[in-house]
């Protein structure tokens, strides 16, 4: 039981370029959420999901896309890197009226 | 949307002692605030929460309280150990789907 898994763990990426990460659970929630950890700002919401095929915009979703195709994964992807999106990206999962559960992060760097 | 503020940023306190930490929310329809311990390297992790039919709980050297009236939630660690070093985060949230975070406290426990 894995429970919140997220790829990869640390990036390294040139401004401009595009890439995925990508949030699988085996916990079969609902739920499911990309936050952006910022030193002094604490988890801001980017996007989250209510269940399979349906995605809504969180506090910060500009220079984001989402998609749950499936209900187990949960794909946050950056079209165009800027290096104001050099962040710790969390994935979470819950079901209502539960605690959340986090994944272990991805580091990512903008250069 | 739901602000929370949360102090202090850092917390330095001697092996023993007692460690407090203090959250503002703004929205009066919250009605679930948990905390979050995250070690280094790893994601958040719940180690406590309460709702707002609650004022107080307890589980063995953590507490929440909550005052509802002042909107405002704390969190006390007794008998602090050097495994209580980590960052703690505040959360509220009002439609249990959406959590709102603190900036986080950077607690350090000295030998």
């Known amino acids: 039981n894995a429970g919140v898994t997220q790829t990869p763990k640390f990036r390294v990426l040139k401004t401009g370029q595009s890439m995925t990460l990508l949030c699988a659970q085996d916990?079969?929630?609902?739920?499911m959420y990309w936050y952006r950890q910022d030193p002094g700002m604490g988890l801001r919401l980017i996007h989250y999901s209510v269940g399979e095929g349906t995605t809504a915009k969180g506090e910060v979703p500009d220079g984001y896309n989402v998609s749950r195709l499936k209900k187990q994964n949960f794909l946050l992807g950056l079209e165009s890197a800027a290096p104001s999106q050099t962040s710790v990206y969390f994935c979470?999962?819950?079901?209502?009226?539960?605690?959340?559960?986090f994944g272990q992060g991805t580091r990512l760097t903008v250069v | 949307g739901e602000n929370v503020e949360q102090h202090p940023s850092t917390l330095s306190v001697q092996e023993g002692d007692s460690a407090v930490i203090k959250c503002t929310y703004s929205d009066s329809a919250s009605n679930y605030f948990p905390w979050y311990k995250q070690e280094l390297g790893k994601g958040p992790q719940l180690i406590i929460d309460?709702?707002?039919?609650?004022g107080e709980k307890k589980d063995q050297r953590i507490a929440v309280t909550l005052n509802k009236t002042a909107k405002h939630f704390s969190l006390h660690i007794t008998e602090t150990q050097p495994e209580d070093s980590a960052v703690y985060f505040c959360a509220a949230s009002i439609d249990d789907y959406k959590l709102s975070f603190g900036a986080g406290t950077t607690v350090t426990v000295r030998a």
């Open positions: 309460i709702r707002s039919n609650v």
């Open positions: 916990m079969n929630h609902e739920y």
């Open positions: 979470a999962t819950k079901e209502p009226n539960t605690e959340a559960f």
